[in-house]
């Protein structure tokens, strides 16, 4: 899986931006269930990306803010 817009992937670490568009989640698990260690640059990229991704979601929830106004 690549990272998207709504999608983030750092090794084997993923979070998206939930169907609801009220919070990203996140898995962490190896496909054996055990914790997932990145070093020290994959962390600072996952930083990154969930920065990216929590703007995204910022962006959408003004959005649905906006259309829900509107519509009133």
Known sequence: MKSTAE???VSEVFAWIETQREAIAMRATTRDGKPVELTAEQTRLL????TKLADVLDSL???ERERSSSAD
């Open 7 to 9: 999608v983030v992937k």
């Open 47 to 50: 930083a990154q990306r969930l």
């Open 61 to 63: 929830v003004e959005q």
